[in-house]
C-alpha cells in the first residue's frame, strides 16, 4: 500500500497563518523567504489548496497577476522549453548527462516532494516532468456511506453504476440497495461484492420505483397480472395500475383477484345507470362516432362499446380500439380463406347481429358495384331508347349471361331482381 512521504521540515524555517474565506492555513517558507510575508508589500491567498502571492517585487516591480508561491521562492527559473534531464530516481534530482545519453522533455512543472503545496522550503521543491507528477494525483475520497453512493445537496442520495445514473433516492441503504438490484442482473459474482447487507422489501420498491423513474412510461397492454422481479419479488398489476411488490406468488396473485372483482363490480355499477340512446327510425341502439355518424349495433354491444371510441375510416368501415366493430359482434368461427362477414342490407354502419351473415367469398364480391347510366344496378340502355337487364349466373360454368329488353328501366330492374333472386336465394335471406 502506498503512503504519503514524511514531511520535510528545514531548521531555519519559518510558518505562518494564512486565513482565506474564514478558513486558516499554515504556509512555511524558509527563513531566507520569510519577506513574502510582509502584509506591506505581498498578499497571499489560497486556492483549492494552494498558496499564491501577489503584490510588489523587492525591484518594485508589481505583478498584476498572482503568481503561485512555490514559484516565487523556488531559485531557479523553471524551463518552459526542451531541456536534457535525466531524473535520478526517488531523488527526483537531476544529474550530469554523458554524451551518449539524451532525454527531451518539454512541459516541467514544480512538484512538493512531501505532497504538501503548503509547505514551500526550497528543499520540498523540485523540479519534474509533468508525466511524472501524475504519479501525485489520488483517488477521489471514499463515500463515507456505501460504494457508489453519493449525498446530493437536497440531501437526497444519488446512485451510480459506473457512468450510468440510477436515480435519486430518500436514503443511502435505498440508494444501496438499487445497486445490489443492478449487481443481480450483472450476476452473482457482481452481487456478492455490492451484498452488504439485506435489503428490506420496503427498500427494495423504492428502489425499483427509483430506478423506473427516469425512464420513459411504457404502456402497459392487457389486464395485467404477475411478473418475477430480479429482486427475487412478485410484481402485482392491474390495467396498468401498480398493486405491489410480494414475496411469494400467492399473496401477490390475491391482490391481482381483489382488484379484478373491484373492477367488475364497479362496471356492473356503472352498465346499470347508462341510458341507451336510440334511432327515430327503428328504435335501435346506435353509437356516436368521431365524426357524428350513428353506427347501430344491439343493446348488448352498446353496452360494451360505449367507453371507448368509435372512428370511421375512409373505407366506411367503423372500428372499435383498431378492430371492425362487425368482428367484434359476430365472433362465431369461420374460415377467413373462403368465406367473409357481410352485411345484408349492404349498409356498413349497420353492425346488428341481424344484418350480419358468413357468405362465401364469391357471394361478397357481388356488392362490389358500379354506378350504373340508368340508375339501376343490372339494368342499361340500349342503343333504341329501351332498358335492357341482365344477370350473370357464375354458379354454371362457363357463366351464363341473361338479358332481356323493356320499355322502361323500372320494368327490367323488376325481373332482373326477380331473377337474381331465384339464381342467389341465399342472398336474400
Not at 95 to 118: G, K, N, S, W
Request: hydrophobic share 35%; net charge positive; charged share 30%.
Amino acid at each position: 500500500m502506498l503512503c504519503a512521504p514524511a514531511q520535510i521540515v528545514e531548521v531555519d524555517s519559518v510558518s505562518q497563518i494564512v486565513t482565506t474565506k474564514g478558513v486558516d492555513y499554515e504556509v512555511t517558507v524558509l527563513a531566507v523567504d520569510a519577506h513574502v510575508f510582509y502584509k506591506e508589500k505581498y498578499g497571499l491567498t489560497i486556492s483549492k489548496g494552494r498558496c499564491f502571492i501577489n503584490g510588489k517585487l523587492a525591484s518594485g516591480d508589481f505583478f498584476k497577476k498572482r503568481r503561485e508561491l512555490p514559484r516565487f521562492v523556488f531559485p531557479v527559473e523553471i524551463p518552459s522549453s526542451k531541456l536534457l534531464f535525466l531524473l535520478g530516481g526517488p531523488s527526483r534530482k537531476p544529474i550530469e548527462l554523458t554524451p551518449y545519453v539524451f532525454f527531451f522533455f518539454t512541459d516541467m512543472v514544480l512538484d512538493h516532494a512531501d505532497q504538501r503545496p503548503l509547505n514551500n522550503v526550497r528543499t520540498n521543491l523540485c523540479v519534474v516532468t509533468q508525466s511524472f507528477n501524475t504519479i501525485n494525483c489520488t483517488r477521489k475520497k471514499q463515500s463515507k456511506y456505501f460504494v457508489g453512493v453519493r449525498r446530493s445537496k437536497n440531501g437526497k442520495f444519488n446512485a451510480t453504476w459506473g457512468k450510468k445514473q440510477l436515480g435519486t433516492f430518500d436514503t443511502a441503504r435505498i440508494a444501496k440497495t438499487a445497486r445490489i438490484l443492478v449487481a443481480r442482473e450483472k450476476g452473482k459474482e457482481w452481487e456478492d461484492r455490492e451484498l452488504v447487507f439485506t435489503p428490506t422489501v420496503k427498500e427494495m420498491e423504492a428502489a425499483i420505483r427509483g430506478i423506473e423513474k427516469p425512464k420513459r412510461k411504457r404502456r402497459v397492454v392487457g389486464t395485467g397480472g404477475l411478473n418475477l422481479h430480479v429482486s427475487g419479488l412478485w410484481h402485482a398489476t392491474f390495467r396498468s395500475k401498480h398493486l405491489g411488490y410480494f414475496k411469494t406468488k400467492e399473496e401477490g396473485q390475491a391482490h391481482v383477484d381483489a382488484a379484478k372483482e373491484e373492477y367488475e363490480r364497479k362496471r356492473e355499477e356503472e352498465d346499470a345507470t347508462v341510458v341507451i340512446p336510440r334511432t327515430k327510425e327503428g328504435n335501435f341502439a346506435y353509437l356516436t362516432a368521431l365524426n357524428g355518424e350513428e353506427v347501430l349495433v344491439d343493446d348488448d354491444i352498446y353496452i360494451k362499446m360505449y367507453r371507448n371510441k368509435i372512428s370511421v375510416a375512409k373505407d366506411g368501415y367503423p372500428r372499435y380500439l383498431n378492430r371492425f366493430v362487425h368482428r367484434s359482434v359476430l365472433v362465431d368461427p369461420y374460415n377467413t380463406w373462403t368465406h367473409h362477414m357481410d352485411h345484408r342490407n349492404g349498409n356498413k354502419l349497420d353492425n346488428r347481429r341481424a344484418n350480419l351473415r358468413i357468405v362465401p367469398i364469391k357471394i361478397n364480391a357481388m356488392n362490389i358495384t358500379r354506378e350504373s347510366k340508368s340508375g339501376y344496378a343490372g339494368v342499361r340502355p340500349s342503343g333504341t331508347g329501351r332498358f335492357v337487364g341482365y344477370v350473370q349466373n357464375t354458379k354454371v360454368w362457363p357463366h351464363k349471361l341473361t338479358t332481356r329488353t323493356f320499355d322502361t328501366a323500372e320494368e327490367a330492374y323488376a325481373w332482373r331482381c326477380a331473377l337474381h333472386k331465384q339464381i342467389f336465394p341465399e342472398l336474400y335471406d
